[in-house]
């Protein structure tokens, strides 16, 4: 599914919502698709850091536990994990527990299908 960032603030976020009210009321299709809208474009960057970025990269290859990104890019996994959970609740990157044989669990990280950014300044 695509992943769409917007930073037009909640102006925009009720803009998209008529323009898809007024789609389905007259019937039709809209492709399937989530979106994030930030305030500003200064809120964007405070989550989207080149740090996070560097992780979304990594990410966005393969899927990759927590462990292995933070080897991956020379970071902290506790720095990782806490920067994968930030990413998460946007909706950026999706983790889930896999088991691991012989190992327990392990958290797995990876991204959706593509994003697109929307930025208005």
Known sequence: MKLKIYTDGFDGFVKRGRERARAITNGRPFPASRGVTFESPAEMVRLL??????????????????????????????????????????????????VNPGHGRVRVVSAPASISISAEL
């Open 49 to 98: 850091t080149p740090a996070r970025l560097d992780l979304f990269a990594v990410v966005k290859k393969q899927t990759v536990s927590i462990r292995d990104l933070a080897a991956a890019l020379g970071r902290d996994v506790s720095a990782v994990r806490r920067d994968v959970s930030a990413l998460e609740k946007f909706g950026i990157v999706q983790s889930k527990h896999v």
